[in-house]
């Protein structure tokens, strides 16, 4: 929720409000730059941000929001090049007909670009779902035998803690392994997959 909120905002306004001056170059040219910044980084911007200046902690919240860092730039990238991709005669149909900029971009803009903004979210959750780096560096559990109950405990990764059930040398946490990989996989190849009927289906 928080990529969506802030990734679709911040690339509504750079490609609809913002002035094309120097500074917006630069601001564009530096969220391209994030997204190709190894995730580990992001880890230590959360250790630093979430866990000890916020003081939350090695808990879910702060897990929570350095993903949110570290998939933000793509989702902001990937949104831009959806809204770009509205052909400029739509935009000038509407304010032809007597409609404001933000109604332009709300009834317009925003239905057209919709698939390749949602295909771009989804495309990004799928690629956080696998991380393992940043949790890490944070302090995520190696491994956990209960779920959280609130977004203030502690919490581990996904990826660890497959990795953990397989290197137990009980023949019960082989199985718990493998099912927790076709899991993991099967999350990934559901999300993938809606992705590319979104894509299909609207474009």
């Given at each position: 929720?928080?990529?969506?909120?802030?990734?679709?905002?911040?690339?509504?306004?750079?490609?609809?409000?913002?002035?094309?001056?120097?500074?917006?170059?630069?601001?564009?040219?530096?969220?391209?730059?994030?997204?190709?910044?190894?995730?580990?980084?992001?880890?230590?911007?959360?250790?630093?941000?979430?866990?000890?200046?916020?003081?939350?902690?090695?808990?879910?919240?702060?897990?929570?929001?350095?993903?949110?860092?570290?998939?933000?730039?793509?989702?902001?990238?990937?949104?831009?090049?959806?809204?770009?991709?509205?052909?400029?005669?739509?935009?000038?149909?509407?304010?032809?007909?007597?409609?404001?900029?933000?109604?332009?971009?709300?009834?317009?803009?925003?239905?057209?670009?919709l698939p390749g903004i949602m295909t771009g979210?989804?495309?990004?959750?799928?690629?956080?779902?696998?991380?393992?780096?940043?949790?890490?560096?944070?302090?995520?559990?190696?491994?956990?035998?209960?779920?959280?109950?609130?977004?203030?405990?502690?919490?581990?990764?996904?990826?660890?803690?497959?990795?953990?059930?397989?290197?137990?040398?009980?023949?019960?946490?082989?199985?718990?392994?493998?099912?927790?990989?076709?899991?993991?996989?099967?999350?990934?190849?559901?999300?993938?997959?809606?992705?590319?009927?979104?894509?299909?289906?609207?474009?």
């Amino acid at each position: 929720m928080f990529t969506v909120c802030i990734g679709v905002g911040a690339a509504i306004y750079l490609e609809e409000y913002a002035p094309d001056n120097r500074t917006t170059r630069f601001i564009e040219a530096n969220i391209a730059n994030l997204a190709g910044v190894p995730s580990v980084v992001y880890g230590l911007l959360g250790l630093a941000l979430f866990v000890r200046a916020a003081g939350l902690g090695a808990v879910l919240l702060a897990g929570a929001l350095t993903l949110t860092l570290l998939i933000l730039p793509i989702v902001i990238v990937s949104a831009q090049e959806a809204i770009r991709a509205v052909p400029d005669s739509h935009r000038r149909a509407a304010y032809g007909v007597g409609a404001t900029r933000w109604e332009v971009t709300r009834d317009v803009v925003l239905p057209a670009a919709l698939p390749g903004i949602m295909t771009g979210v989804i495309l990004s959750l799928s690629r956080a779902i696998g991380e393992t780096a940043p949790l890490l560096m944070i302090g995520a559990a190696t491994t956990m035998f209960a779920p959280p109950s609130s977004i203030f405990d502690p919490f581990a990764a996904m990826p660890m803690q497959i990795f953990e059930w397989a290197t137990q040398p009980q023949a019960e946490f082989q199985h718990i392994a493998a099912a927790g990989s076709l899991v993991l996989v099967g999350v990934l190849l559901l999300m993938n997959g809606t992705a590319i009927f979104i894509r299909n289906r609207y474009d």
